[in-house]
């Protein structure tokens, strides 16, 4: 069988203190992305930020792109000025991500966004954000959940039509919550699938082109009731199956 490789889009965060280059920033990704596609058959590598001419060579060797959770998106990226309760951004980070996911959109590459992922896709597709939680609702969930991080902290509604409904068999799916900003206005194609009681959009997917599926909730730090989430993932990277890797018999 072969092992798809799929391409995650790192985030760049400041050197620590103890660092012998404190002015490099450091590319990094949470290990658990990296088990679960691991687990789910695929080959992960972290894709570095390279200028926009070597862009679409490098997602060309990928059979899937992965974009994770990170800092929030800033918010002159939909149209919106700062709010007090917007956390910091990096714009460099935000521009690159954005032209990942339009080069893995114009090369037909399933995607799969996690929490600031979700979030990226929306902004990309013309959409805007809640910059913080509590803009949305009077009475929101406590969605940055920190002491649940890996375990179900609330229960999100999967529409019937989605391809969510259809992975997870369910009309109610319990998940972890640690993010504080959320779609707002959907962008071009983006369709709501779940959303929270506090009706807060939970997921999204695109009618259009390539598999592509965002979840707002972290399944990268769940148990095994989320592995058919990246299987699915996995098995649209193997359908699409053209990156320039060689291949594991």
Same mark, same amino acid.
């Given at each position: 069988m072969s092992k798809p490789v799929i391409g995650l889009g790192g985030v760049l965060e400041k050197a620590p203190p103890t660092s012998a280059f404190p002015s490099f &920033?450091? /590319?990094?990704?949470?290990?658990?992305?990296?088990?679960?596609l691991q687990k789910a058959g695929a080959l992960p590598i972290l894709l570095p930020m390279v200028p926009p001419t070597d862009l679409e060579l490098l997602v060309s060797l990928c059979d899937g792109i992965l974009l994770p959770g990170g800092?929030? %998106? *800033?918010?002159?990226?939909?149209?919106?000025?700062? +709010?007090e309760l917007c956390g910091? @951004?990096?714009?460099?980070v935000d521009r690159y991500?954005?032209?990942?996911?339009?080069?893995?959109?114009?090369?037909? !590459?399933?995607? /799969?966004g996690i929490c600031r992922g979700t979030q990226l896709i929306n902004v990309a597709q013309g959409g805007t954000l809640f910059q913080d939680?509590?803009?949305? @609702?009077?009475?929101?969930?406590? +969605?940055? *959940?920190?002491? &649940?991080?890996?375990?179900? @902290? +609330?229960? %999100?509604?999967? #529409?019937?039509? #989605? !391809? /969510?409904?259809?992975?997870? !068999?369910? +009309?109610?799916?319990g998940v972890n919550s640690l993010h504080h900003q959320s779609v707002a206005k959907p962008g071009e194609h983006c369709i709501v699938t779940a959303?929270?009681? *506090?009706? #807060?959009i939970e997921a999204i997917e695109l009618s259009s082109g390539a598999w592509c599926i965002g979840v707002q909730w972290h399944p990268e730090a769940m148990g095994s009731e989320m592995d058919c989430l990246f299987e699915a993932f996995?098995?649209?990277?193997?359908?699409?199956g053209k990156s320039g890797f060689p291949r594991t018999p």
């Open positions: &920033r450091r /590319l990094f990704t949470n290990e658990g992305y990296l088990s679960k800092p929030d %998106v *800033d918010p002159s990226l939909y149209n919106q000025e700062r +709010h910091p @951004s990096d714009m460099d991500q954005i032209q990942l996911f339009r080069m893995a959109r114009k090369l037909n !590459k399933p995607i /799969l939680y509590r803009l949305q @609702s009077e009475k929101p969930i406590a +969605h940055p *959940d920190y002491e &649940r991080w890996g375990s179900k @902290s +609330h229960q %999100v509604e999967l #529409s019937p039509q #989605s !391809k /969510l409904y259809k992975l997870f !068999k369910t +009309h109610t799916l959303r929270s009681a *506090d009706d #807060s996995i098995k649209q990277a193997l359908s699409q």
